[in-house]
């Protein structure tokens, strides 16, 4: 399914929602889990030359059934990313962390990943061709964001 912004999107499986901006795109899987947000249309997409150096793209994945206590307990068993730093991160009212990694995203050759764990669920979310004028935009999605009853 893709929709459109302005629009609020509600995961179909996990029930968490945010705001879509005027202009983005949200596409997301039947079953619920997984939403990319993207500053262009994804329809026709078919590959990495297929997609504009200055586009973006928002991922938001849920993960069940974790078995480690922490989101850092978590990170730390899998992933193998380049951590080039790492910082405190509160999404809807729940502790987690912010990480910058080294990745072959973005003009700067970084990505930042946002992860919390709530119950045995763990939420990511990864900003790909992060520029400094798209951050607003994401902080407006992160702070818009709330978890499912």
């Known amino acids: 399914m893709v929709v459109q912004g302005p629009a ?22 039947p079953q619920g889990g997984y939403g990319s947000v993207t500053n262009y249309d994804p329809r026709g997409i078919t590959g990495f030359g297929d997609v504009r150096e200055d ?11 974790v078995k480690e206590r922490s989101v850092d307990e978590w990170l730390t068993a899998h992933s193998d990313d380049d951590v080039l ?9 729940i502790s987690g962390v912010q990480r ?17 764990k709530r119950g045995n669920e763990i939420y990511l979310v990864a900003v790909h061709y992060a520029y400094s004028g798209q951050v607003s935009t994401v902080s407006e999605m992160l702070g818009s964001f709330r978890f499912g009853q």
């Open 8 to 29: 609020t999107y509600t995961d179909s499986r996990y029930g968490h929602s945010f705001n879509i901006p005027a202009g983005f795109f949200v596409q997301s899987e």
């Open 55 to 65: 586009a973006m793209k928002v991922e938001v994945v849920v993960i069940a059934e």
């Open 85 to 93: 730093s790492t910082a405190p991160f509160v999404l809807d009212g």
């Open 100 to 116: 910058i990694v080294a990745s072959s995203w973005g003009i700067e050759g970084t990505g930042i990943g946002y992860a919390v």
